[in-house]
């Protein structure tokens, strides 16, 4: 088995400035795999498409992108939330659109089982306490799961007693997976919601013994850039101001 090095985003949300900051940042990767919610929200969702099309096909959707496709109610988003997919519906390419509708909501690539919200609801579930991660360790069978939808960097471990802990994610360099199943996710790209405004991400590794170690990254990118492009294109305004409150 080779050394695989793999750059993982989730909700980059048509945010292409902090999607072009993360992958310079990233340096050279084998794969990319993508968490779901490519749009919604930012100011180019066409863009964003065709970038990560160009790097992968391992992506699954999330609810912002099946809302753009008008496959889910916007009843259950914010006004922001809402105008923002009728938005995106609107501006939506055929190539595009033929692309997000053509994901899997669940793909597994070992040692990882890959959803956008959680295992057992993989477009809606927010797993952002133990309890909800506990229930979901029993709805995947692969060591561990990697998950986006919150926009906050955590991981959730099961520990040797059977008890799940959670802890957030830090930028703090490489730590190794094995010892215990866990669910991770790697804060956002396009929209991070956990006080830093810098883009999100994870890299994974996977050495040819087939351990494999994670890594937070975070990285600055031009806020005040997305933010102008937005009011420009009529986006609604909150959207645009908490872009450089990471909330
Ligand atoms: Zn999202």
């Known amino acids: 088995m080779p050394h695989l090095r793999i750059a993982v985003v989730a909700d980059i949300h048509a945010n292409l400035t902090a999607f072009e900051a993360v992958e310079a940042s990233w340096g050279v990767v084998d794969e990319v795999w993508c968490l779901g919610d490519v749009v919604g929200y930012g100011p180019e969702p066409n863009e964003c498409v065709e970038r990560l099309r160009e790097m992968t ?42 692309w997000l509708e053509g994901l899997d909501q669940r793909i597994r690539r070992d040692p990882f089982t890959i959803v956008h919200g959680s295992p057992r609801q993989p477009i809606w579930e927010y797993v952002l306490d133990t309890a909800s991660a506990a229930e979901n360790f029993r709805d995947f069978d692969t060591p561990y799961c990697l998950i986006g939808h919150s926009h906050v960097p955590l991981m959730f471990a099961v520990g040797a007693d059977g008890r799940v802990a959670g802890q957030p994610l830090e930028p703090e360099g490489p730590f190794p997976l094995r010892g215990a199943r866990r669910i991770l996710n790697p804060g956002s790209v396009g929209q991070p919601r956990d006080g830093d405004p810098r883009a999100s991400f994870g890299i994974v590794e996977i050495g040819s013994d087939g351990q494999a170690s994670f890594e937070l990254r975070r990285v600055a990118y ?14 609604p305004e909150p959207l645009a101001i908490r872009l450089a409150y990471g909330r």
């Not at 109610?73 to 609107?90: G, M």
């Open 57 to 98: 096909q391992v992506c699954v959707p999330g609810n912002h992108d099946l809302a753009a496709l008008g496959r889910i109610d916007l009843d259950d988003f914010n006004p922001s939330a809402k105008a923002a997919a009728e938005w995106t519906a609107r501006e939506l390419t055929h190539e595009t659109r033929m």
């Open 222 to 235: 031009d806020v005040g850039a997305v933010q102008t492009r937005m009011r420009v294109k009529g986006l």
